[in-house]
């Protein structure tokens, strides 16, 4: 990734705990690389200072047991105003590209703290990058930079003070996208029995390239809770029911096979026609409770009577 944003590291993912482990190094006075230059703002300039001088600066917060006592939510508020808010100051050869990719790329970035003066706010990349699509970033791409300090001045205000951040069991994918380490094992081992002979409806496998697209995953009893991968879980049951249901409940099941957002249309419409599928088959109440009946036989036998 290096290669192609640079040495700015506005895409990488951080634990909260490397976060700590980063900012116990800087208050030690060891973080930033001396002989570098930095940029930041301060009263609404922007200024350059070297890595020795905020190195030197850097004892006067609090201390590394200061750290190490401090909650999650502290830990990312102080990584993100003393450590991202001080980006090196280096020279990036297509700003304007730069500035394009952010956008997709923020798109995929789940569980996303933004710091505020002294407050995080928790959210996703695509919520953040549709506020900024209407900012000051659409004039950029369209009309250029005109130096280096206003590039730096854009990201200090639109880019450093978003972090994503990794809770345990979850990993940055290549679309920079936050999922569970197993989210896509879950998917590719979720077979397609309701319409098996469709191959456009099979899991597929992780993404490969840049930014194809966006997992909404699930955090485990953390600050930065996401949807759930109930919607998998849901799929894999539907399609235990098999052969058993009427063409009518067919169709319900098989908007579920297509994926999240045609499901909800298929609920949407099964509300507004007062659940007909009652009279023409089983109704969506039958299917719930016969799903409850198969997570406890662990099995479903399509020729059984109710």
């Known amino acids: 990734m290096e290669d192609e944003f640079g040495p700015l590291d506005w895409y990488r993912a951080k634990t909260v705990e490397q976060m700590r482990s980063d900012l116990v190094t800087m208050a030690q006075g060891n973080y930033f690389d001396d002989e570098q230059e930095y940029a930041f703002m301060a009263g609404g300039e922007l200024v350059i200072r070297t890595g020795a001088d905020l190195n030197d600066q850097a004892p006067e917060g609090p201390g590394p047991e200061e750290y190490q006592q401090m909650s999650d939510e502290q830990i990312v508020e102080q990584y993100v105003s003393r450590i991202k808010m001080y980006p090196p100051f280096v020279d990036?050869?297509?700003?304007?590209?730069?500035?394009?990719?952010?956008?997709?790329?923020?798109?995929?970035?789940?569980?996303?703290?933004?710091?505020?003066?002294?407050?995080?706010?928790?959210?996703?990349?695509?919520?953040?990058?549709?506020?900024?699509?209407?900012?000051?970033?659409?004039?950029?791409?369209?009309?250029?930079?005109?130096?280096?300090?206003?590039?730096y001045k854009w990201y200090l205000s639109d880019v450093a003070n978003n972090q994503a951040v990794l809770q345990p069991g979850q990993t940055q994918a290549e679309d920079f996208s936050i999922v569970d380490e197993d989210f896509y094992k879950d998917t590719m081992d979720t077979p397609n029995t309701v319409f098996p002979q469709r191959p456009e409806e099979q899991p597929t496998p992780p993404p490969n390239t840049r930014f194809p697209q966006r997992p909404q995953t699930q955090s485990k009893q953390d600050l930065f809770k996401q949807p759930a991968r109930s919607y998998y879980s849901l799929l894999r049951e539907l399609t235990k029911v098999g052969e058993a249901v009427t063409e009518g409940t067919k169709d319900f099941l098989g908007s579920a096979a297509r994926g999240p957002v045609?499901?909800?249309?298929?609920?949407?419409?099964?509300?507004?026609?007062?659940?007909?599928?009652?009279?023409?088959?089983?109704?969506?109440?039958?299917?719930?409770?016969?799903?409850?009946?198969?997570?406890?036989?662990?099995?479903?036998?399509?020729?059984?009577?109710?």
């Open 262 to 306: 045609e499901f909800g249309k298929k609920v949407v419409e099964g509300v507004q026609d007062n659940m007909d599928t009652a009279e023409k088959g089983p109704s969506l109440r039958d299917i719930i409770d016969r799903l409850r009946e198969i997570g406890k036989e662990g099995a479903f036998n399509p020729n059984e009577k109710e």
């Open 92 to 151: 990036i050869a297509d700003q304007e590209g730069f500035a394009k990719a952010y956008l997709p790329a923020l798109d995929n970035m789940n569980n996303v703290a933004s710091v505020y003066g002294n407050k995080v706010q928790y959210g996703n990349g695509m919520e953040l990058a549709s506020e900024i699509q209407t900012g000051a970033i659409t004039d950029y791409i369209a009309t250029g930079f005109k130096s280096k300090e206003e590039f």
